[in-house]
């Protein structure tokens, strides 16, 4: 007796030395998500984003700070957050495990569990930038919000990230000879490490919109808008793209193979059309922009994954809310809104906006959001949303 009790107890030991869960929170809970940018100085208050947000069914959000108006707002809604650490921070995160404490405790812990904050994003779009100091800053400051996480026992609730823009790659066609650029890899390789070891998953700003512009003699433009075209052949993986998003992220796959992380998952942490842009930005029109983004909503709910990773479920965050108005650069930048700032829509994907009769039909009730916390009431909702898109296309 006393010997096979003594058994089980080192059995289960063993059991838990070798089937400890990896940490497996997932700050992405359903498929298509958007980004709250708020450069701007005509956008709604954050209560009125609620509203806004809760009538186009839309749960999964991210902002690029940790504003407390937006923390408070979301407060109670089901909505599910994730927050940015900006750029501006990495560099005292890195070095001073003590700030990375204090800001995880009032970011974060001070607003959970109402506030459902399901991720924190390390900076935005480091590698591959001209600023090299704070290339060598991600990883530590990574590491100290992680361990701050860990110590304030939100580590099972808060996904650590950072999200890539292409920079990152050595672009090369077809999309599975993709590798990282040379002078990225020493940055990228121990981030990548620490991020597996973690269960975080690869975050990428794909904009097709992008590629488009700085070729548009080569790429057929159906391609880049998810429209019926020939689309391309990859003869090393035998694998056919008729959209270019879904060669963008195989890419990605690729360049992870390549180094050694074929099992980590890429998420589109950014994706969107301008509507309006400069006199070179051609492709910078409301027609473009509601077809792009009809056709990813369209894409994003068959819950399908990438020709590469066909089990992979893709899922994007769209950019973005609203236009805004005070970002610098090309004007394309200040418009890839799909909402206007009196909350109707900048054009028809199939969303209600604030005020317009539908939207209070569609209104989910607090209740409505509060009880989609399993996937499979989610997926009846996002399937709902798929037959509405489809039907709408007929
Ligand atoms: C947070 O957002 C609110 C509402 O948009 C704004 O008034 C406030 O200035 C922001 N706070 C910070 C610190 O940026
Ligand atoms: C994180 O915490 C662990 C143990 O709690 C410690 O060993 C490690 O050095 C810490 N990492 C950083 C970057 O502070
Ligand atoms: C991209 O790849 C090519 C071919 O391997 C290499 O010659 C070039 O230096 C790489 N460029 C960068 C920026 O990594
Ligand atoms: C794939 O096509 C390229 C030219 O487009 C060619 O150089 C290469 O040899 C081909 N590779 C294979 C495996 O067929
Ligand atoms: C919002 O503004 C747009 C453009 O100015 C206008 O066409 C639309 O009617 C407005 N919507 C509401 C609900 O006021």
């Given at each position: 007796m006393k010997i096979s009790s003594c058994f089980l107890v080192r059995f289960f030991l063993l059991l838990s030395v070798f089937f400890t869960p990896s940490v497996a929170v997932d700050g992405f809970t359903g498929t298509y998500g958007i980004n709250y940018g708020r450069i701007?100085?005509?956008?709604?208050?954050?209560?009125?984003?609620?509203?806004?947000?809760?009538?186009?069914?839309?749960?999964?959000?991210?902002?690029?700070?940790?504003?407390?108006?937006?923390?408070?707002?979301?407060?109670?809604?089901?909505?599910?957050?994730?927050?940015?650490l900006p750029n501006g921070n990495l560099q005292d995160m890195s070095t001073n495990p003590n700030d990375a404490l204090t800001w995880v405790q009032e970011n974060v812990q001070a607003f959970l569990p109402k506030?459902?904050?399901?991720?924190?994003?390390?900076?935005?779009?480091?590698?591959?930038g001209s600023d090299q100091s704070l290339s060598e800053a991600l990883l530590g400051a990574a590491k100290n919000i992680y361990n701050a996480t860990k110590s304030l026992k939100l580590d099972d609730v808060v996904q650590i990230t950072t999200a890539h823009s292409q920079a990152v790659f050595n672009n090369s066609y077809p999309p599975s000879s993709c590798v990282f650029?040379?002078?990225?890899?020493?940055?990228?390789?121990?981030?990548?490490?620490?991020?597996?070891?973690?269960?975080?998953?690869?975050?990428?700003?794909?904009?097709?919109?992008?590629?488009?512009?700085?070729?548009?003699?080569?790429?057929?433009?159906?391609?880049?808008?998810?429209?019926?075209?020939?689309?391309?052949y990859d003869n090393?993986?035998?694998?056919?793209?008729?959209?270019?998003l879904d060669a963008q992220i195989d890419a990605a796959y690729a360049a992870l193979e390549d180094a050694g992380f074929k099992k980590m998952e890429?998420?589109?942490?950014?994706?969107?059309w301008a509507s309006h842009g400069d006199p070179k930005e051609e492709a910078a029109t409301v027609s473009n922009a509601r077809t792009y983004n009809y056709n990813l909503r369209k894409r994003l709910a068959l819950r399908k994954g990438t020709p590469m990773r066909p089990k992979n479920m893709l899922r994007a965050y769209?950019?973005?809310l609203f236009n805004e108005d005070s970002k610098p650069g090309p004007a394309s930048e200040r418009n890839f809104g799909l909402f206007l700032p009196n909350g109707s829509v900048a054009y028809n994907i199939g969303f209600s906006g604030l005020k317009s009769s539908s939207a209070t039909s569609s209104f989910l009730s607090l209740k409505d959001i509060?009880?989609?916390?399993?996937?499979?009431?989610?997926?009846?909702?996002?399937?709902?949303?798929?037959?509405?898109?489809?039907?709408?296309n007929s």
């Amino acid at each position: 007796m006393k010997i096979s009790s003594c058994f089980l107890v080192r059995f289960f030991l063993l059991l838990s030395v070798f089937f400890t869960p990896s940490v497996a929170v997932d700050g992405f809970t359903g498929t298509y998500g958007i980004n709250y940018g708020r450069i701007a100085d005509n956008i709604p208050s954050p209560d009125k984003v609620v509203t806004l947000l809760r009538a186009a069914k839309i749960r999964n959000v991210r902002i690029y700070d940790a504003n407390h108006s937006v923390l408070n707002a979301f407060s109670g809604t089901g909505l599910e957050l994730v927050v940015g650490l900006p750029n501006g921070n990495l560099q005292d995160m890195s070095t001073n495990p003590n700030d990375a404490l204090t800001w995880v405790q009032e970011n974060v812990q001070a607003f959970l569990p109402k506030t459902k904050i399901r991720g924190i994003a390390i900076g935005n779009e480091v590698l591959g930038g001209s600023d090299q100091s704070l290339s060598e800053a991600l990883l530590g400051a990574a590491k100290n919000i992680y361990n701050a996480t860990k110590s304030l026992k939100l580590d099972d609730v808060v996904q650590i990230t950072t999200a890539h823009s292409q920079a990152v790659f050595n672009n090369s066609y077809p999309p599975s000879s993709c590798v990282f650029r040379e002078n990225v890899v020493q940055y990228m390789n121990p981030l990548l490490d620490f991020f597996s070891q973690i269960g975080s998953p690869f975050c990428l700003n794909a904009y097709p919109f992008l590629a488009y512009m700085s070729d548009p003699t080569e790429i057929d433009i159906n391609y880049a808008l998810f429209q019926a075209n020939q689309g391309i052949y990859d003869n090393k993986t035998d694998l056919h793209y008729d959209n270019m998003l879904d060669a963008q992220i195989d890419a990605a796959y690729a360049a992870l193979e390549d180094a050694g992380f074929k099992k980590m998952e890429v998420i589109v942490t950014e994706t969107g059309w301008a509507s309006h842009g400069d006199p070179k930005e051609e492709a910078a029109t409301v027609s473009n922009a509601r077809t792009y983004n009809y056709n990813l909503r369209k894409r994003l709910a068959l819950r399908k994954g990438t020709p590469m990773r066909p089990k992979n479920m893709l899922r994007a965050y769209v950019f973005a809310l609203f236009n805004e108005d005070s970002k610098p650069g090309p004007a394309s930048e200040r418009n890839f809104g799909l909402f206007l700032p009196n909350g109707s829509v900048a054009y028809n994907i199939g969303f209600s906006g604030l005020k317009s009769s539908s939207a209070t039909s569609s209104f989910l009730s607090l209740k409505d959001i509060q009880h989609q916390g399993s996937p499979n009431s989610y997926f009846l909702v996002l399937t709902a949303c798929a037959i509405v898109l489809l039907s709408l296309n007929s």
